[in-house]
């Protein structure tokens, strides 16, 4: 699949507007409430996609804190999960080119 194409689905998508995020570092929570997923969701893809995701930022009790960056590249992750109903397995493959 062409990049270009992908960021052009995902301009056209109905994945949640993220554009007017104004704080630096987002809890798992309120990432999750963005998407509409739970927790446990981003925490699977977390696992699944360790390389496209890079590094999530943790405090010492192990509480992820997603950036600006992070929530985008799972805007992708959802657009190719969710919305095109891609298996995990295709989604990496994807990732993979």
């Not at 949640?16 to 809890?27: F, Q, R």
């Not at 929530?71 to 990732?95: C, Q, W, Y």
Request: net charge positive; no cysteine; hydrophobic share 35%.
């Amino acid at each position: 699949m062409d990049q270009l194409s992908l960021f052009k689905q995902l301009e056209d998508s109905q994945t949640p507007h993220l554009s007017g995020l104004a704080k630096v570092y987002y809890s798992i929570t309120e990432v999750a409430a963005m998407f509409q997923v739970n927790a446990s969701m981003l925490r699977f893809w977390e696992k699944e996609f360790p390389t496209f995701l890079g590094n999530i930022k943790k405090n010492k009790k192990g509480d992820r804190y997603y950036n600006i960056e992070n929530i985008n590249n799972l805007k992708i992750i959802f657009h190719l999960v969710k919305e095109k109903k891609n298996d995990i397995g295709r989604s990496k493959r994807i990732f993979e080119r």
